[in-house]
Nanobody, 121 residues
Framework: QVQLVESGGGLAQAGDSLRLSCAAS????????MGWFRQAPGKEREFVAS????????LYGDSVQGRFTISRDNGRNTVYLQMNSLKPEDTAIYYC??????????????WGQGTQVTVSS
């Protein structure tokens, strides 16, 4: 079990950059894959990015590929989402999530409260 707290959201202009942070607490962080998801009003929750427990495998949603970078610092129990070249369509509540990266077929079981990102043109 991991408790997650996102931060770093806010208002940005198109083309700007933001870095989101997700601070994790719990003994299982080092064995957890971490992910970022987002949800805009009236839309389904969308996968943004994920990173495995040691940072060797990173995946991105098509809409953010080439613009966003996920990273983690296991020493600080923190995962980051660097968002560059922001677009208005990136506006959403961003959530971080954790899953067990040791157990096969684990689900995204732990979620943060979300942080709002708003991008204006």
């Amino acid at each position: 079990q991991v408790q997650l707290v996102e931060s770093g959201g806010g208002l940005a202009q198109a083309g700007d950059s933001l870095r989101l942070s997700c601070a994790a607490s719990g003994r299982t962080f080092a064995s957890s894959a971490m992910g970022w998801f987002r949800q805009a009003p009236g839309k389904e929750r969308e996968f943004v990015a994920s990173i495995n427990r040691n940072g060797e495998i990173r995946l991105y949603g098509d809409s953010v590929q080439g613009r966003f970078t996920i990273s983690r610092d296991n020493g600080r129990n923190t995962v980051y989402l660097q968002m560059n070249s922001l677009k208005p369509e990136d506006t959403a509540i961003y959530y971080c999530a954790a899953r067990n990266d040791i157990v096969r077929g684990s689900s995204w079981a732990d979620w943060g409260q979300g942080t709002q990102v708003t991008v204006s043109s």
